[in-house]
């Protein structure tokens, strides 16, 4: 597996008693240029204004991405003591100042929802960061799950998954997929590749069966499937503006809208944060947008096929799919 851009590392605290985790992004020692685009109507996030390109910080230290719901987001504490600890942060007269954004999943149906990532576990998964961290059903994807119209029952097990790339002039481009989606998972081929289960042991389509006016038994007026989100997060070591990582965030959920369908519903809080060390040369944001779109619908699907089976809900390898 290829490494994450130099100076970037990620690690995980995994619960699967519970089925739940949180993963964590360490921007390089001196921080990382960020911006990043929220799309889905049910979002829970922290500090997610430091990314908007008016807003005074000039970088952030960390990303924060958890299972647990809106609990989860007491992990991004534990960030800011590691980081603090490892004298990372910004420098004021009172000590240093980590910015840590973050954005949670919802998975406390799928285990035990009073056990969720706090403080102590952020800082596990600080202290497990590494440029190859572990891909699947790990961190804040252990209870991650896609294709949920049929109820969790009919759902397909999702994780976390990585793809890196060359940019054109020596770059390199990582997208990080937390993938827990409410629609489904659309292959390279334009057909689902993960979804609601058939009696028959193949997959439905979502916009299908809502076309069809099927969704009425299924909960999904009464909100059963608002337990949903896909989050993303895009590192590389070329040069971006705070403004360039917004138009690349921005750019790349085109290619959230190729992996997933239904994506950016009001039952999901899909997020794309982007994250520059500026330690390479600059880059036109509009190309990286472009093959950041690209990479973010390929760690989607990676997300899927790297999944293994927990709490009751099949992984693609026990389907044969």
Same mark, same amino acid.
Request: aromatic share 4%.
């Given at each position: 597996?290829?490494?994450?851009?130099?100076?970037?590392?990620?690690?995980?605290?995994?619960? =699967?008693?519970? *089925?739940?985790?949180?993963? @964590?992004?360490?921007?390089?020692?001196? #921080?990382?240029?960020?911006?990043?685009? /929220?799309?889905?109507?049910?979002?829970?996030?922290?500090?997610?204004?430091?990314?908007?390109?008016?807003?005074?910080?000039?970088?952030?230290? %960390?990303?924060?991405?958890?299972?647990?719901?809106?609990?989860?987001?007491?992990?991004?504490?534990?960030?800011?003591?590691?980081?603090?600890?490892?004298?990372?942060?910004?420098?004021?007269?009172?000590?240093?100042?980590?910015?840590?954004?973050?954005? /949670?999943?919802?998975?406390? *149906?799928?285990?035990?929802? =009073?056990?969720?990532?706090?403080? @102590?576990?952020?800082?596990?998964?600080?202290?497990? %960061?590494?440029?190859?961290?572990?891909?699947?059903?790990?961190?804040?994807?252990?209870?991650?799950?896609?294709?949920?119209?049929?109820?969790?029952?009919?759902?397909?097990?999702?994780?976390?998954?990585?793809?890196?790339?060359?940019?054109?002039?020596?770059?390199?481009?990582?997208?990080? %997929?937390?993938?827990?989606?409410?629609?489904? /998972? +659309?292959?390279?081929?334009?057909?689902?590749?993960?979804?609601?289960?058939?009696?028959?042991?193949?997959?439905?389509?979502?916009?299908?069966?809502?076309?069809?006016?099927?969704?009425? *038994?299924?909960? $999904?007026?009464?909100?059963?499937?608002?337990?949903?989100?896909?989050? /993303?997060?895009?590192?590389?070591?070329?040069?971006?503006?705070?403004?360039?990582?917004? +138009?690349?965030?921005?750019?790349?959920?085109?290619?959230?809208?190729? %992996?997933?369908?239904?994506?950016?519903?009001?039952?999901?809080?899909?997020?794309? $944060?982007?994250?520059?060390?500026?330690?390479?040369?600059?880059?036109?944001?509009?190309?990286?947008?472009?093959?950041?779109?690209?990479?973010?619908?390929?760690?989607?699907?990676?997300?899927?096929?790297?999944?293994?089976?927990?709490? #009751? +809900?099949?992984?693609?390898?026990?389907?044969?799919?």
């Amino acid at each position: 597996m290829s490494a994450l851009p130099d100076g970037f590392e990620a690690g995980h605290w995994t619960d =699967t008693e519970a *089925v739940t985790g949180c993963t @964590v992004v360490l921007a390089p020692r001196d #921080g990382a240029v960020a911006s990043g685009e /929220v799309r889905g109507g049910g979002t829970g996030s922290r500090e997610t204004e430091l990314l908007h390109p008016l807003a005074n910080a000039s970088r952030i230290h %960390a990303v924060l991405l958890t299972g647990g719901s809106a609990y989860g987001l007491a992990a991004a504490d534990g960030v800011m003591r590691w980081l603090e600890r490892n004298d990372r942060g910004y420098a004021t007269p009172g000590g240093r100042v980590p910015l840590v954004p973050g954005a /949670v999943i919802y998975d406390l *149906v799928t285990g035990d929802p =009073t056990r969720r990532p706090g403080p @102590v576990e952020g800082e596990a998964a600080c202290e497990a %960061a590494t440029a190859q961290p572990e891909l699947g059903s790990v961190g804040a994807g252990t209870g991650a799950a896609v294709g949920k119209l049929l109820g969790r029952a009919r759902a397909v097990k999702s994780g976390v998954g990585l793809v890196v790339t060359d940019l054109p002039q020596g770059q390199r481009l990582a997208a990080l %997929a937390v993938v827990n989606a409410f629609g489904d /998972v +659309i292959g390279e081929d334009g057909q689902v590749m993960a979804g609601p289960r058939s009696d028959d042991g193949g997959f439905r389509s979502t916009t299908a069966m809502i076309r069809a006016g099927e969704f009425g *038994v299924t909960g $999904f007026r009464s909100g059963q499937p608002a337990q949903n989100t896909t989050l /993303v997060c895009l590192m590389t070591d070329a040069a971006v503006t705070k403004s360039g990582c917004g +138009i690349v965030s921005k750019m790349a959920h085109a290619g959230m809208s190729r %992996a997933v369908d239904p994506v950016h519903s009001a039952a999901d809080g899909d997020v794309i $944060f982007t994250l520059a060390s500026g330690a390479a040369e600059e880059i036109d944001p509009m190309i990286a947008g472009v093959i950041a779109a690209a990479v973010t619908a390929e760690a989607i699907r990676d997300a899927v096929r790297r999944a293994t089976g927990l709490a #009751g +809900i099949p992984a693609l390898g026990e389907l044969g799919a």
